[in-house]
């Protein structure tokens, strides 16, 4: 089974970029999409991107679509959230998980389509 490890979090002020990791150990995660997820105090967890196995197909929340990009480094088993232009609603404690290629495209943004939950890394944005 596949152990996911969240870094790069912090507390940063609005404007500012920070850039997310995800290691994963026990497996290799070049056979699964990946995804991010993110919870914000006192709301629900939501999606936020999911990228294919190969890198090739990337998936992206409305909010973020212009201000973040995923990326996979598989030779290093560690997926990348490239967050840009950071505003304080993207505070939250953000979290990466796996999912099967097979319901990566219809399925990406749904959690139960999703395993091996990593425990998160806050992310802060002051105004």
């Known amino acids: 089974q596949v152990q996911l490890v969240e870094s790069g979090g912090g507390l940063v002020q609005a404007g500012d970029s920070l850039r997310l990791s995800c290691e994963a150990s026990g497996t290799t995660v070049g056979s699964y999409a990946v995804g991010w997820f993110r919870q914000a105090p006192g709301k629900e967890r939501e999606f936020v991107s999911a990228?294919?196995?190969?890198?090739?197909?990337?998936y992206y929340s409305a909010s973020v679509k212009d201000r973040f990009s995923i990326s996979r480094d598989n030779a290093m088993n560690t997926v990348y959230l490239q967050m840009n232009n950071l505003k304080p609603v993207d505070t939250a404690v953000y979290y990466c998980?796996?999912?099967?290629?097979?319901?990566?495209?219809?399925?990406?943004?749904?959690?139960?389509?999703?395993?091996?939950w990593g425990q998160g890394t806050q992310v802060t944005v002051s105004s």
């Open positions: 990228i294919s196995w190969s890198g090739d197909v990337t």
């Open positions: 998980a796996v999912c099967s290629s097979l319901l990566v495209s219809r399925w990406y943004s749904t959690q139960s389509a999703y395993m091996s």
